[in-house]
């Protein structure tokens, strides 16, 4: 799972942004199913897309 995630920022990093704008990323992790994960990031991208900004959401769980 880490290592997912660190190949996620390596990849966001090793590319030029077109614009002078940051962008970022940000991942929710946990080894146990049921600690509310989705839960989380769904809520987190809906109040970021509110302010304006652009979501991307991503569920990288190949078990299922």
């Known amino acids: 799972m880490i290592g997912q995630a660190a190949r ?12 002078k704008k ?4 940000y991942t ?6 049921g600690t ?3 839960f989380l990031a769904v809520n987190c991208a809906h109040a970021l897309s509110r302010r304006g900004k652009k979501v991307l959401l991503i569920d990288m769980d190949l078990n299922l």
Do not use: M, R, Y
Not at 8 to 19: D, G, Q, T
Not at 22 to 25: A, L, P, Q, T, V
């Open 36 to 38: 509310g994960k989705t």
């Open 8 to 19: 996620v920022f390596e990849l966001a990093i090793s590319k030029p942004s077109v614009n």
């Open 28 to 33: 929710v992790t946990s080894v146990k199913g």
């Open 22 to 25: 940051s962008n970022k990323i």
